[in-house]
T-cell receptor
């Protein structure tokens, strides 16, 4: 009955490989997000999807491609992995998106720890 | 640069003491949120305070917001060892499009 789940929890891979991280939420939320948290714990938004539609793309290299097959899922595919991609990636979801003019509470998944060797 | 910046970056206190963390931000906001992150875990929402509110309480948490100074504080009273975590403030942009997180305050509560 996990609200926001991510798989895998850990991912260790070689430079140049392509990998995917999956995210699912069972909260009935309309909006989902991907964040990257670096080694210094800075959390930066990468993408936001609202009802399967891309809303935010925060200057992320196009090696990163999010895909939302339905509003409960937002997957992240990364091509040609680089050393600097090593980080913890968090998926999150929220109920509304700017309908009340502000950003509602976000619910985070447990994170995927990516290590690129 | 980060929209929200926490101060201090790290805080170590004894169980039972109060912990105060501050957050400053740069642009106008609709709301400010505080999140907690335990080591190796995702962020958990603690409290949301809207721009027209000045103070909010939730259990042992007290949050203040001063929009004239563009700052907020999170007070945890009677801290417990289980409060050991990183605490992040997050602000939404005026368009309500997204949250921007600060760098966090790492709180350690010693038993």
């Amino acid at each position: 009955d996990t609200a926001v789940s991510q798989t895998p929890k850990y991912l260790v891979t070689q430079m140049g490989n392509d990998k995917s991280i999956k995210c699912e939420q069972n909260l009935g939320h309309d909006t989902m997000y991907w964040y990257k948290q670096d080694s210094k714990k800075f959390l930066k938004i990468m993408f936001s999807y609202n009802n399967k539609e891309l809303i935010i793309n925060e200057t992320v290299p196009n090696r990163f491609s999010p895909k939302s097959p339905d509003k409960a899922h937002l997957n992240l595919h990364i091509n040609s992995l680089e050393l600097g991609d090593s980080a913890v990636y968090f998926c999150a979801s929220s109920h509304t998106f700017g309908l009340a003019g502000d950003q509602e509470t976000q619910y985070f998944g447990p994170g995927t720890r990516l290590l690129v060797l | 640069s980060q929209q929200g910046e926490e101060d201090p970056q790290a805080l170590s206190i004894q169980e039972g003491e109060n912990a105060t963390m501050n957050c400053s931000y740069k642009t106008s906001i609709n709301n400010l949120q505080w999140y907690r992150q335990n080591s190796g875990r995702g962020l958990v929402h603690l409290i949301l305070i809207r721009s027209n509110e000045r103070e909010k309480h939730s259990g042992r948490l007290r949050v203040t917001l001063d929009t004239s100074k563009k700052s907020s504080s999170l007070l945890i009273t009677a801290s417990r060892a289980a409060d050991t975590a990183s605490y992040f403030c997050a602000t939404d942009d005026n368009a309500g499009n997204m949250l921007t997180f600060g760098g966090g305050t790492r709180l350690m509560v010693k038993p």
